[in-house]
């Protein structure tokens, strides 16, 4: 099994009818050269501990040379549905002048981005710890020229589980991005929350990825408990506050249901990111916490969000 192929290229905005197999000795290739403008490139990274090829859209700073990598997760859908960093924000536009690898994964819906412990009849296999910090930075350090520093960032699904990934993964990420998650996965809400996502929207069975309700593994993937593991990580936490504002960029069709239903979960998500400061503050941890006067779970909210917290981040991995 080939573990690595590019789909294709493109200096934006334009797109180069280009398709290369990556075989084993993909390093000999080299990385994409500079350019004026940022490359996009599909990458296809094989998962041997899920044993299925996942997709990647890959943003490559147009200055060349050895860059940090950016691994931005989306929300619940993971990509998979169409909707993403890639496809409803400008996330292009604004790292094409940033010296720095984004790496934004499609895939992982309903999976919390975490290892299951077993396979789920309705979600497959999902190993996707594995897979976010072994087998996709391995791949991507192989073919693109970067410095081996790592920061992530996720909304929503994700938002939460960044933080558990840069746990779970001590010293791997330099930096985490939260925006618009709840950071907890344990207890009556935090329960409640996951099983929101994994059971009611995705169909799965959380008993398939952490055990049942008195499990162990609950309370070992809660950034709220697990607070102390995140010392020394650049941490950044942000949500609206439920309010519709001008920031959010709702679908017209839909724009009421969105809004009403944006609204309340945003209101839950700020609910969490409160009392997660609260619980950094009491240990002594720093953290940039931004609570904006407005916003629904909106991408117009999540790219503001992304857009804040850029500085930090980038700074703590020298982009």
Same mark, same amino acid.
């Given at each position: 099994?080939? %573990?690595?192929?590019?789909?294709? #290229? ?11 197999? *990556?075989? +084993? ?5 080299? %990385? +994409?050269?500079? #350019?004026?403008?940022?490359? $996009? ?19 490559? +700073?147009?200055?060349?040379? %050895? ?21 409803? $924000?400008?996330?292009? @536009?604004?790292? $094409? ?13 309903? #999976? ?16 996707? /710890?594995?897979?976010l910090t072994s087998e996709l930075p391995a791949a991507i350090d192989s073919r693109f020229d970067t410095t081996g520093v790592n920061a992530i960032g996720g909304v929503s699904m994700a ?8 746990? /779970?993964? +001590? ?24 099983? !929101?996502? *994994? ?28 607070? @102390?593991?995140?010392?020394?990580? @650049? ?16 679908? %017209? ?7 009403? =239903? =944006?609204?309340?979960? @945003?209101?839950? $998500? ?6 997660? /400061? ?30 804040? !917290? ?10």
């Open positions: 099994m080939l %573990p690595f192929k590019v789909l294709h #290229s493109a200096i934006l905005p334009r797109v180069l009818a280009a398709t290369l197999l *990556v075989l +084993p000795a993909w390093a000999g290739l080299g %990385p +994409p050269s500079a #350019s004026a403008e940022a490359i $996009t490139t599909r990458v296809d990274v094989y998962s041997p501990s899920m044993g299925r090829w996942v997709p990647n859209d890959v943003i490559s +700073p147009a200055s060349g040379g %050895p860059a940090p990598t950016f691994y931005l997760l989306s929300g619940i859908g993971g990509g998979a549905d169409g909707i993403s960093w890639f496809n409803n $924000t400008g996330v292009r @536009e604004f790292f $094409t002048d940033k010296h720095v690898n984004v790496v934004m994964p499609i895939g992982g819906q309903y #999976s919390m981005y975490t290892d299951w412990i077993a396979d789920d009849p309705v979600l497959g296999r999902n190993k996707w /710890q594995t897979y938002g939460s589980a960044v933080l558990a990934l840069a746990m /779970q993964a +001590p010293g791997f990420y330099r930096a985490v991005g939260s925006y618009s998650g709840c950071p907890m996965t344990s207890g009556t809400l935090g329960q409640a929350m996951v099983r !929101s996502m *994994v059971e009611l929207r995705g169909g799965g069975n959380a008993a398939n990825m952490w055990g049942g309700s008195s499990d162990p593994r609950w309370a070992l993937h809660d950034p709220m408990r697990n607070a @102390e593991r995140l010392r020394g990580t @650049e941490l950044f936490i942000s949500s609206g506050n439920g309010i519709p504002g001008a920031i959010d960029d709702h679908n %017209p069709v839909l724009a009421l249901p969105q809004t009403i =239903g =944006g609204g309340v979960l @945003e209101m839950v $998500t700020n609910s969490c990111a409160v009392a997660f /400061q609260n619980k950094l503050a009491s240990l002594g941890i720093p953290a940039t916490f931004s609570f904006l006067p407005y916003g629904t779970h909106s991408w117009g909210l999540f790219e503001t969000e992304l857009r804040q !917290s850029w500085p930090g981040i980038g700074r703590a991995i020298g982009a």
